[in-house]
């Protein structure tokens, strides 16, 4: 599901070209990571042949079938409508919660709590730079995210604009 959300959102980009080919490039390795990931825990879950090819084969068409159905609704509404504008932010704040769900619960606590290679570290300062590389990964991806935002065209009128179209169609509802 998080796969298709993500697709959607690449699938309604109306940007400039190379906007949308950035971001195709992003979502091209994300999806490759995440792919060798699922992989990983479908050998690691002793599946049947078959069962783990169709759970590979699904997670593949999960991200295409997203940016189709993006496609297909962009052509049909405005993308700086206010509803379009929150479609997309709940969309996206579904899509960053079950991600942080995933990750958090699904597989770093797993991995850090119960995982044979960090049960198998001999000393505690291991186990720490576990730790540490995990907040030097987040940071990393937190500066990026904040590199981002410097490249925005839309002005900061235009965004205090948006922020008010967007507080008077809340306060309506």
């Known amino acids: 599901f998080h796969s298709v959300i993500i697709g959607i959102a690449l699938g309604v980009q109306t940007g400039d070209r190379q906007e949308v080919i950035a971001a195709l ?54 993308a700086n409508s206010v509803t379009a504008l929150t479609v997309q932010g709940v969309f996206n704040g579904i899509s960053g919660g079950m991600l942080l769900y995933i990750a958090l619960v699904q597989i770093i606590a797993v991995d850090f709590g119960h995982s044979s290679l960090i049960a198998r570290m001999p000393r505690p300062l291991m186990r720490a730079a576990c730790y540490l590389s995990l907040i030097v990964g987040a940071a990393a991806m937190a500066v990026i995210a904040l590199g981002e935002t410097d490249h925005d065209d839309h002005g900061h009128a235009e965004h205090e604009e948006d922020h008010h179209r967007l507080l008077r169609m809340l306060r309506h509802v």
Do not use: N
């Not at 060798?36 to 049947?48: N, P, R």
């Open 25 to 78: 490039v992003t979502l091209s390795f994300h999806q490759l990571l995440e792919g060798v990931a699922l992989s990983s825990f479908v050998i690691d879950a002793g599946v049947t042949m078959i069962k783990g090819v169709t759970m590979v084969v699904v997670y593949a068409l999960t991200c295409p079938v997203g940016i189709a159905i993006g496609i297909g609704i962009s052509e049909s509404y405005d």
